[in-house]
């Protein structure tokens, strides 16, 4: 083969290449832009919404991440949640907190991080609350693994007259508080 023939064939491959691979760029850009309006509208249409709070408890920042929940008429607790079973506290994927600065939950300390909030809803007597080191789970608590558990502790719920529609946790006196249905369950942080 002459050397002018290889340069056209070497010519003809690099520029087959270069449009293949402008075409998959371009794909893939558009792909991008897809998933995020994708990602925008499957947020928006969320029926359990994505709620962030962003606050200080004892003048430290404090984050919470949840899916909010609505009751919906339905019988919450020890139906759709089971007693005495982890519950990610929430809908759809774990729900977190992000602490700027060791805290403590309960009197118990809780170093500067990002973990995954659990219960465990008791029939009677104190929940269980549960900080684990695994916060980013899509699916809740069907990845939950207690050996990443960094703190557990009990506490009290409280049960009022008022029904809550929508799950939320606040970031106010005492610390963190859950409420949903006719349930309250203040957290002391500090």
């Not at 991008?32 to 003048?59: C, F, M």
Request: glycine share 8%; aromatic share 10%; with cysteine.
């Amino acid at each position: 083969m002459t050397t002018f023939k290889r340069l056209w064939v070497f010519a003809m491959f690099a520029g087959i290449l270069i449009s293949c691979s402008s075409k998959t760029e371009s794909d893939s850009n558009s792909s991008d832009l897809g998933s995020s309006v994708e990602e925008s509208s499957e947020e928006s249409s969320r029926p359990s919404p994505l709620e962030v709070k962003d606050g200080e408890i004892a003048g430290k920042a404090f984050k919470v991440y949840y899916g909010s929940p609505a009751v919906k008429g339905r019988e919450i607790w020890g139906d759709l949640v089971p007693y005495n079973v982890v519950w990610r506290t929430g809908a759809n994927e774990a729900t977190y907190v992000e602490l700027s600065q060791d805290m403590t939950v309960e009197g118990k300390s809780l170093p500067a991080g990002k973990y995954s909030l659990f219960t465990i809803p008791k029939e009677s007597g104190k929940w269980t609350v549960i900080f684990n080191s695994e916060w980013d789970l899509e699916h809740g608590h069907f990845q939950y693994d207690e050996k990443n558990d960094v703190l557990r502790v009990e506490v009290a719920p409280v049960w009022g007259e008022s029904l809550q529609e929508r799950l939320s946790i606040d970031i106010e006196n005492p610390g963190l508080v859950i409420r949903w249905e006719k349930l309250q369950l203040p957290i002391i942080i500090q």
